[in-house]
């Protein structure tokens, strides 16, 4: 079974573009990344730009409207991915235990891949 493994961090919608990383953290999920892989269910995974880089477009007027970021009416935003082949929804969320594990605050979404 696949699952995507979503990486919320508290406070990231208003984090600016040259946002510094905590080195340990950083360091303590480059070893949690190791021990995806090192277990065999690592697929891909990567970290994302903060909001403030980016743009949403939205359809509800029916024509596009893109608006760049920070997006500041958004509580939750991405700050990276994995996905991850698990025997199980229980061991996906046993990955994810694993991760807040390590960088504390914010949450992960776990949803399995069609498919998969």
Known sequence: MRFM???IP???ETAPPDVEL????????MKY?????DAGVL????????PSMGARVSFATGKPLVT???FTETKELTGGFAL???????????WAKRFRKIVGDG????????GG
């Open 5 to 7: 493994m979503l990486m």
């Open 10 to 12: 508290l406070g990231y």
């Open 22 to 29: 905590d080195p340990e953290r950083v360091s303590a999920m």
């Open 33 to 37: 990344n190791e021990a995806l892989k």
């Open 43 to 50: 697929i891909t995974l990567d970290g994302l730009h903060p």
């Open 68 to 70: 760049d970021g920070p």
């Open 84 to 94: 991850v082949e698990v025997k199980s929804k229980a061991e996906a969320i046993e």
């Open 107 to 114: 949450e992960s979404v776990i949803q399995e891949v069609f």
